[in-house]
């Protein structure tokens, strides 16, 4: 595990750490080499994504689920990232679990293909993840240390330097396994389509869970869960040293077109088509 800075076109360092040649960003991930040898248990959900494609957002969904209430403690998606907290205290929790992380397949515990976890994968259009990615990346001040640009960020994400790697890959990869592999459980959302209508995808992501609901939960679920409640409630759990909140900006489909100029939006639809050449995937970047 080594601290790494990394430059980007105009010479300005984003700060990450290294694990096995991986770079993680640069907060507490000393639980991150202990993922393989974590042990799941038969009815732990997984919720999966690329960061900044709406995590915090769909795991308090599934946990209101879960409860059949909206009336719950105040807790950190974190508390669950297999990354970031010790498995010690993950151990701990009360079943069922809803566990989180940024990892591929092939990163995952080792028993979870055994015990065929359901997996909950959520995908967002790459315009405005790098959007959010490099607002996170520049709010995180201490963590990250980067004074860059949002073009030379762009560069950055497009080329796969950023924490996590690359989102090319990254969405190719559970394409992938989706497509390969018909005895894992995956409910694959977008959030797009969340976004676009709410209330639906709730209840897709109920009858995948498997648990009772009714118009009245998935209503209630919707109202608290809305981006509006969610900064109100959970807003300052993981803030910035001037106590902005970071997860909870703008909850927005689109929000790139304020940030791309024509120039970066023409060359970014130019290395997309290139780097999904072959995949089957759609996004939408407004609704
Ligand atoms: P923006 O930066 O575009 O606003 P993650 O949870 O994976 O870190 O993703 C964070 C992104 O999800 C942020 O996007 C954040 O605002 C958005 N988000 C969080 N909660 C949301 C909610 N309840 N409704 C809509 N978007 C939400």
Redesign the pocket.
């Known amino acids: 595990m080594a601290t790494i800075k990394v430059a980007d076109d105009e010479g300005e360092t984003i700060t990450f750490i290294e694990v096995d040649g991986k770079r993680f960003p640069n907060f507490n991930i000393s639980a991150a080499r202990g993922i393989p040898d974590f042990k799941p248990r038969n009815d732990d959900v997984f919720l999966i994504?690329y960061?900044?494609?709406?995590?915090?957002?769909i795991w308090e969904v599934c946990r209101m689920l879960f409860a059949g209430s909206t009336d719950l403690d105040v807790i950190a998606k974190e508390s669950s990232m297999l990354e970031l907290t010790s498995h010690d205290l993950i151990d701990q929790q009360t079943s069922p679990r809803i566990l989180n992380t940024h990892l591929r397949l092939y990163e995952m515990p080792k028993d979870f293909q055994t015990l065929q976890n359901k997996i909950i994968y959520l995908r967002r259009n790459l315009k405005?993840v790098a959007?959010?990615f490099f607002?996170?990346t520049k709010k995180f001040k201490n963590n990250y240390q980067y004074n860059g640009t949002w073009s030379s960020y762009l560069k950055m994400i497009i080329e796969g330097k950023v924490d996590y790697g690359s989102w090319f890959d990254y969405v190719k990869h559970w394409e992938e396994v989706i497509e390969t592999h018909p005895d894992l459980q995956i409910l694959d959302l977008t959030f797009e389509d969340i976004?676009e209508n709410p209330t639906k995808e709730i209840k897709k992501i109920a009858e995948f869970l498997e648990v009772p609901y009714n118009e009245t939960l998935i209503d209630e679920i919707n109202h608290q869960?809305?981006?509006k409640n969610?900064k109100a409630r959970k807003g300052l759990l993981m803030p910035t040293e001037d106590g902005e909140s970071v997860?909870?900006?703008?909850?927005?489909v689109g929000?790139w077109m304020n940030w791309f100029t024509v120039a970066q939006d023409e060359w970014f639809n130019s290395v997309y088509q290139d780097k999904m050449a072959g995949s089957k995937l759609k996004f939408k970047y407004t609704i």
């Open positions: 994504a960061p900044k494609s709406g995590s915090h957002w405005d959007v959010s607002n996170h976004k869960c809305s981006f969610m997860i909870y900006r703008k909850g927005d929000d």
